[in-house]
């Protein structure tokens, strides 16, 4: 009696609140037209709809189908995070013959392992600043600010990068301690909105950035001109996300919305550019680049002119970002609509990096979905000195793609501060997984390297690698 009581409380239970929704939709609510026509219906249609995302992704959508990232790409970087082997069996599920399919020459006369030579990096900035940097790796950590992740997630790179000896750039949100807690090397970002180094009225504060540089663990200072996700638009931190610890990291107002402005107020033309990295440069002693989005090409001819007959005043590096890339809120139309691709950009940069004779003066870093061996080898290959990416250490992180990154409720703690979604992301588990990650990827390029007949793969060059079709599909 009792399990056929409990029975009908639900059954009735139910009913109850199929009833109410079929009152509220019918009579009450007036903003969703089918709701009202079709009262049962039409919440269903919704609730499908809502739904529908997640099905596909795990149902109905082909591994090599799902963007922005696909199933293949995401489950090698969480084999790889995890330390399981990446070998196949049987045969490629990639199609060779696909248009943008990307493949290496490799030599007739390969390199056997006890030929290789060691990745032995190369300076930044040596013979211009007071503290020149000298990677360790090809392969980084790019920006990735405290706010738009959350501080186990930050905790966790900056703990992985040590064990991988890799760089972790800041983001524009500013220096946190969780950035240093791991005591790996740091690349400052400085956005437009000058978190961390600004003043009152949001100018740079030479004081500020000056403490800045003091810290040892901060190598390299990166100006940002622009993002690929949101080209021409500053950084957006909705106001939920803006607690008094982010705030004051970021020397704003607290549960208010932080939004960068489009550009640095004082950089207007390419000389006023050159001389706000003069100035950065001169206060910190250490290498000064920039960020940018590539789109105008006459941009570069513009600013490699200037520097070509005086290179000292050259940014010591330009990491060049896709318009493909990742960022944790942006406009659609921007992201969608504006900007190259990595894949037209970085070529266009080294040739007239190359062209202008400040090959040996600017380094150059490519991001922009570069998170796979084959994406990072072709970045070598077409004149790139150095590769970062985000989302690649974020899927190592744990991220399942959940698209949530702007709403504060990131299922797996990522991008969500919030302790309820937080406490599944054990940095100290998840440290681990990220240098799995950066080492696996750093193996993996090697060994294309060393099929190409090259020892190092600072030997890859551009006559290494093909694309079907001639344009490669990121």
């Not at 640095?264 to 950065?280: K, N, P, Q, Y």
Request: charged share 20%; hydrophobic share 40%.
């Amino acid at each position: 009696m009792i399990w056929w009581g409990l029975a009908f409380i639900i059954v009735a239970g139910a009913g109850g609140t199929m009833g109410w929704y079929y009152i509220y939709d019918r009579w009450i609510q007036r903003d969703h037209a089918i709701r009202r026509n079709f009262p049962i219906y039409g919440r269903f249609r919704y609730i499908m709809e809502n739904l529908g995302e997640y099905f596909r992704q795990y149902w109905f959508t082909a591994d090599w189908e799902e963007r922005p990232f696909n199933r293949l790409t995401r489950a090698w970087v969480y084999r790889s995070a995890k330390a399981v082997s990446n070998y196949v069996a049987f045969g490629s599920e990639v199609d060779a013959q696909q248009q943008g399919h990307i493949y290496f020459l490799h030599s007739a006369f390969p390199v056997n392992d006890d030929e290789a030579e060691p990745y032995t990096g190369k300076w930044i900035g040596r013979g211009i600043v007071q503290q020149p940097y000298k990677p360790k790796s090809f392969f980084n950590i790019s920006g990735m600010s405290y706010g738009a992740l959350s501080s186990a997630a930050v905790t966790a790179l900056s703990e992985g990068a040590a064990l991988a000896g890799i760089w972790l750039d800041t983001g524009e949100g500013g220096l946190s301690p969780y950035h240093l807690k791991g005591g790996c090397d740091v690349v400052f970002q400085i956005g437009t909105a000058k978190y961390g180094v600004r003043d009152d009225d949001g100018n740079l504060d030479d004081a500020k950035l000056a403490a800045m540089a003091a810290i040892p663990q901060v190598k390299m200072f990166c100006i940002k001109l622009s993002q690929g996700a949101k080209p021409g638009r500053g950084g957006i931190l909705p106001a939920a996300k803006v607690n008094e610890e982010i705030a004051g990291i970021r020397h704003i107002p607290a549960n208010k919305p932080s939004i960068s402005p489009s550009r640095h107020r004082e950089i207007t033309d390419v000389s006023s550019l050159v001389a706000f990295i003069g100035r950065v440069r001169k206060v910190t002693g250490k290498p000064v680049g920039i960020k940018m989005a590539l789109g105008d090409d006459s941009f570069i001819d513009q600013l490699f002119d200037y520097l070509q007959h005086n290179p000292i005043q050259a940014p010591d590096f330009i990491q060049l970002d896709g318009a493909e890339g990742g960022t944790g809120a942006a406009p659609a139309p921007l992201a969608d609509y504006v900007g190259q691709s990595i894949v037209q950009a970085l070529p266009l940069l080294a040739e007239k990096r190359r062209q202008y004779g400040l090959r040996n003066r600017i380094r150059i870093i490519a991001s922009g979905k570069l998170l796979t061996p084959d994406k990072v080898a072709w970045a070598l290959c077409q004149g790139a000195d150095f590769v970062v990416s985000a989302r690649g250490y974020m899927f190592a992180l744990g991220c399942i793609q959940a698209m949530k990154c702007n709403t504060g409720h990131c299922p797996t703690g990522v991008t969500s501060n919030e302790p309820r979604f937080m406490r599944g992301l054990d940095p100290s588990k998840k440290s681990v997984r990220v240098a799995n990650y950066a080492k696996a990827v750093l193996h993996d390029v090697e060994a294309i390297a060393h099929a190409c007949g090259c020892k190092s793969v600072r030997e890859l060059k551009a006559h290494h690698v093909r694309v079907q079709g001639g344009s490669l599909s990121l």
